[in-house]
């Protein structure tokens, strides 16, 4: 069964740093897309970029380019999500998700991670 | 950037009645056009690809329709856990979401 873990919910302060993961299993990690899509509270789907744990090779949107950093650990078969500097607005709910092989949809998502940025 | 827009923002529907849900695309998208939905405190899900195809497990009551720039999903008979939120997708060039139609019982 293919299953996407992501970790828990996470309170911040703005400025600080956060990494959050997303852990795959019941396929080959490295052979599928990874991608992260934001939801902020009350608020649609907005994709974030993607990762191709293979080779790491990584695509962002433009209006998330330069504000995260999504990396892969393909021999733990994780992906990651990070910033360096948090703010008030990177409030929202984090879905990591797998790219279908051939499409660029998304067939599996994760359980969302909620990321709180608070003073 | 493609822009989807998705109309009605919301429908209100009785069980057993027949929902109607549309995506615009700003250009064409050929048949990349995907369809989601998103119940309350939950991950969304995928339901149709290819603008017509139902993803794995879906039920027949979701079909969808269209091509080009003009695109439908319809639930034949609402079932109550069909309330939910439903986003479209489209994967012609790169990707971007819909805004979203909220399906509420009436």
């Known amino acids: 069964e293919v299953q996407l873990v992501q970790s828990g919910a996470e309170v911040k302060k703005p400025g600080e740093s956060l990494k959050i993961s997303c852990k795959g299993s019941?396929?080959?990690?490295?052979?599928?897309?990874i991608g992260w899509v934001r939801q902020m509270p009350g608020k649609g789907l907005e994709w974030m970029g993607i990762?191709?744990?293979?080779?790491?090779?990584?695509k962002y949107s433009p209006s998330f380019q330069g504000q995260v950093t999504i990396s892969a650990d393909k021999s733990i078969s994780t992906a990651y999500l990070q910033w360096s500097s948090l703010r008030a607005s990177d409030t929202a709910m984090y879905y990591c998700?797998?790219?279908?092989?051939?499409?660029?949809?998304?067939?599996?998502w994760g359980q969302g991670a909620l990321v709180t940025v608070s003073s | 950037e493609i822009v989807l827009t998705q109309s009605p923002a919301t429908l209100s529907v009785s069980p057993g009645e027949r929902a109607t849900l549309s995506c615009r695309a700003s250009?064409?998208?050929?048949?990349?056009l995907a369809w989601y939905q998103q119940k309350p405190g939950q991950a969304p899900r995928l339901l149709i690809y290819?603008?017509?195809t139902r993803a794995t497990g879906i039920p027949a009551r979701f079909s969808g329709s269209g091509s080009g720039t003009e695109f439908t999903l319809t639930i034949s008979s609402l079932q109550s856990e069909d309330f939910a939120v439903y986003y479209c997708?489209?994967?012609?060039?790169?990707?971007?979401f819909g805004g979203g139609t909220k399906v509420e019982i009436k």
């Open positions: 250009q064409s998208v050929s048949s990349n």
């Open positions: 990762i191709y744990p293979g080779d790491s090779d990584t």
């Open positions: 290819g603008a017509s």
């Open positions: 019941g396929y080959s990690f490295s052979s599928y897309w």
């Open positions: 998700v797998r790219r279908d092989i051939a499409m660029v949809i998304f067939d599996y």
């Open positions: 997708q489209q994967y012609n060039n790169w990707l971007t």
